[in-house]
């Protein structure tokens, strides 16, 4: 059922369902950082001094809940898609916070996305794989979410960076489906991960008190790949399939090019490094306060860049134009920056 068609007892239990999911993420978040699971600095961290993580446990609590509920209150029967996502979303979440606990090798961690992202690429197609064609679209499904899970975990390094990003994708995806009268599975999905983050990033952002972990931040991309998959399948939404990889362009760019360059330079791509674009801007020594907020700012021009696409009001080139010219002026300052720090080396 769409906002449009609902009434106005449903639409007010939504409103106070999104409060209730906030406020419950910043008590689930203060009662994460009481059980002092702490993330020690190494040579690859950006903290100085140990900080508790997990705080993507109060996210994911939040959403496995919060989305059935929403569902509900619009008379909504969750479908396969929207039963592969939560189950999907829980696996990966509590196998995630394992890892956070104890970590584990980097195949295993990539052997979990790969079961969560086909998981839910089997629910978004509705049907089993009978064909090349349904078995090509289900593997290119999986990858886009398995590449959303790595890169929202790659870019979870600095406060408040990936969790605000997150959040204005989120915001602006349920903008976007509202406006095309999509059912609820899609924009009530998305305020709903947009409130779990909302309680959350008060304690990450300015100054973290504590982390998401890999408990947040791949559930997140995994929740936003989805989000990307709902958003493809919308025909009333001009070039749906680029319209999330627009809102992340910034992300994904970094991500991108810092994976391009380590392996033109033969260098291992599951080993953690410091190498990605935002890393070497905070090693310059600029202001993570400022990278942060420079990394909200190329979102927002994506999802810019998205609802003038969706509304057909310009075409894709134009589209992918304006956050393409903004990272390459990024990416040149921060080169600069590099070249001028003494004892910096990329």
């Known amino acids: 059922?769409?906002?449009?068609?609902?009434?106005?007892?449903?639409?007010?239990?939504?409103?106070?369902?999104?409060?209730?999911?906030?406020?419950?993420?910043?008590?689930?978040?203060?009662?994460?950082?009481?059980?002092?699971?702490?993330?020690?600095?190494?040579?690859?961290?950006?903290?100085?001094?140990?900080?508790p993580k997990g705080g993507g446990l109060a996210i994911l609590a939040v959403f496995v809940t919060g989305v059935p509920l929403a569902q509900m209150i619009w008379h909504h029967a969750p479908t396969l898609s929207d039963k592969?996502?939560?189950?999907?979303?829980?696996?990966?979440?509590?196998?995630s916070w394992r890892d956070d606990m104890h970590p584990m090798p980097a195949m295993w961690k990539l052997g979990a996305q790969?079961?969560?992202?086909?998981?839910?690429?089997w629910g978004s197609l509705g049907v089993l794989p009978h064909d090349g064609a349904t078995w090509g679209l289900l593997l290119g499904r999986?990858?886009?979410?398995?590449?959303?899970?790595?890169?929202?975990?790659?870019?979870?390094?600095?406060?408040?960076?990936?969790?605000g990003c997150t959040l204005l994708?989120?915001?602006?995806?349920?903008?976007?489906?509202?406006?095309?009268?999509?059912?609820?599975?899609?924009?009530?999905?998305?305020?709903?991960?947009?409130v779990a983050i909302a309680g959350?990033?008060?304690?990450?952002?300015?100054?973290?008190?504590?982390?998401?972990?890999?408990?947040?931040?791949?559930?997140?991309?995994?929740?936003?790949?989805?989000?990307?998959?709902?958003?493809?399948?919308?025909?009333?939404?001009?070039?749906?399939?680029?319209?999330?990889?627009?809102?992340?362009?910034?992300l994904l760019a970094d991500v991108g090019v810092?994976?391009?360059?380590?392996?033109?330079?033969?260098?291992?791509?599951l080993q953690a490094h410091r190498e990605h674009v935002y890393q070497m801007a905070h090693r310059s020594g600029m202001?993570?306060?400022?990278?942060?907020?420079?990394?909200?700012?190329a979102t927002l021009c994506g999802t810019g860049a998205a609802c003038a696409l969706a509304g057909g009001v310009i075409g894709l080139p134009a589209a992918a134009s304006g956050p393409l010219a903004l990272q390459l002026a990024w990416g040149v300052m921060v080169i600069w920056r590099v070249r001028h720090t003494p004892g910096l080396r990329w």
Not at 3 to 22: E, M, N
Not at 211 to 234: K, P, R
Not at 288 to 296: G, K, M, Q
């Open 287 to 297: 202001k993570p306060l400022s990278i942060t907020v420079l990394a909200w700012a």
């Open 200 to 250: 959350f990033l008060p304690f990450n952002f300015p100054k973290a008190r504590l982390f998401m972990g890999d408990v947040g931040s791949q559930c997140c991309g995994l929740v936003l790949g989805a989000l990307g998959l709902h958003m493809a399948d919308l025909p009333p939404l001009a070039h749906g399939w680029a319209l999330m990889p627009l809102m992340l362009s910034g």
């Open 142 to 163: 999986g990858l886009w979410l398995v590449v959303l899970c790595n890169a929202i975990n790659f870019m979870d390094g600095l406060d408040g960076l990936a969790a």
């Open 258 to 269: 810092t994976l391009l360059r380590r392996m033109l330079l033969r260098r291992p791509l």
């Open 114 to 121: 790969v079961l969560a992202a086909l998981l839910v690429a």
């Open 1 to 51: 059922m769409t906002l449009v068609h609902a009434d106005h007892g449903a639409g007010v239990l939504f409103v106070l369902l999104l409060g209730a999911g906030a406020a419950l993420a910043a008590v689930l978040s203060r009662r994460v950082i009481g059980l002092r699971v702490l993330d020690y600095p190494t040579g690859r961290s950006a903290h100085a001094r140990p900080v």
């Open 169 to 194: 994708a989120c915001v602006v995806t349920a903008i976007l489906c509202l406006h095309v009268h999509a059912g609820v599975e899609t924009w009530g999905t998305a305020l709903v991960m947009a």
């Open 84 to 95: 592969t996502l939560l189950a999907a979303t829980a696996w990966l979440g509590l196998f």
